[in-house]
T-cell receptor, first 114, second 114 residues
Framework: GDSVTQMEGPVTLSEEAFLTINCTYT??????LFWYVQYPGEGLQLLLK?????DKGSNKGFEATYRKETTSFHLEKGSVQVSDSAVYFC?????????????FGEGTQLTVNP | DTAVSQTPKYLVTQMGNDKSIKCEQN?????MYWYKQDSKKFLKIMFS???????INETVPNRFSPKSPDKAHLNLHINSLELGDSAVYFC?????????????FGPGTRLTVL
C-alpha cells in the first residue's frame, strides 16, 4: 500500500538556521503531496501542497518540490524562527491504493531556540 | 467563523462507558473524515463519508460507529471504552474525493480513558 517516510526527529535548530525535513513516499498512480503543521495543543494546518511532478509548493517561507524521480517531497526553509517550533507531517493522497484518505508520515518535531 | 469544529475538546471517562464526539464543518464540503492520533503522534484514517455515504471504513473495532446526519456533521460514537482508545481524535473535511482536494482539520478531541 501507499506509505510516507519522514526523517527521524526531533530536530533542534537555532533561530535563523536552515531547515530541511526529508520526506519520501511509496505510491502508485498520481498522488498529491502535502505538508501539514501541528502547533502545540492544536489541530493540523495545511502548510503547502503539490499535486503533480515538479510542482513546488510554498507558504510562509517554507518550500517543497514534488520529485517523482526520487519519490521525495522534502521541506525546506531558509531561516527558521522560534515560532516555527511545531510537529511537521508529510502526507499523500490520491494514490491508487490510498484513494482520498491522507496517508501520513511519522511526523518530525522541530524545536527552534532563540 | 470556525471552519471545522469539534466538541468536546477534552473527554475524560472510565473504561466501559459510551461516549460521543461531535464534528461540524461550515465550509460547504461534501466529504468528512475521522483520524486517530496516538501517543506517538502517528495519524491514521478511521472513517470517511461523502454526501452522508460511508466511503472508508478502516480496520477499526466495531465499538466505533460514525454517524452523518447531514453533509455538515460527522459524529463518532464509541461504545465500551477501553484504555487503548485513549488518543486525540481529529475530524477533517474536504471539498470532495478528488486527489488534489485539501483536507481541513478540526482542533481535535483528546480522549482519556481511565
Amino acid at each position: 500500500g501507499d506509505s510516507v517516510t519522514q526523517m527521524e526527529g526531533p530536530v533542534t535548530l537555532s533561530e535563523e538556521a536552515f531547515l530541511t525535513i526529508n520526506c519520501t513516499y511509496t505510491a502508485t498512480g498520481y498522488p498529491s503531496l502535502f505538508w501539514y503543521v501541528q502547533y502545540p495543543g492544536e489541530g493540523l494546518q495545511l502548510l503547502l501542497k503539490a499535486t503533480k511532478a515538479d510542482d513546488k509548493g510554498s507558504n510562509k517561507g517554507f518550500e517543497a518540490t514534488y520529485r517523482k524521480e526520487t519519490t521525495s517531497f522534502h521541506l525546506e526553509k531558509g531561516s527558521v524562527q522560534v515560532s516555527d517550533s511545531a510537529v511537521y507531517f508529510c502526507a499523500l493522497s490520491g494514490g491508487e491504493t490510498s484513494g482520498s484518505r491522507l496517508t501520513f508520515g511519522e511526523g518530525t518535531q522541530l524545536t527552534v531556540n532563540p | 467563523d470556525t471552519a471545522v469544529s469539534q466538541t468536546p475538546k477534552y473527554l475524560v471517562t472510565q473504561m466501559g462507558n459510551d461516549k460521543s464526539i461531535k464534528c461540524e464543518q461550515n465550509l460547504g464540503h461534501d466529504t468528512m473524515y475521522w483520524y486517530k492520533q496516538d501517543s506517538k503522534k502517528f495519524l491514521k484514517i478511521m472513517f470517511s463519508y461523502n454526501n452522508k455515504e460511508l466511503i472508508i471504513n478502516e480496520t477499526v473495532p466495531n465499538r466505533f460507529s460514525p454517524k452523518s446526519p447531514d453533509k455538515a456533521h460527522l459524529n463518532l460514537h464509541i461504545n465500551s471504552l477501553e484504555l487503548g482508545d485513549s488518543a486525540v481524535y481529529f475530524c477533517a473535511s474536504s471539498q470532495g474525493l478528488g486527489r488534489t482536494d485539501t483536507q481541513y482539520f478540526g482542533p481535535g478531541t483528546r480522549l482519556t480513558v481511565l
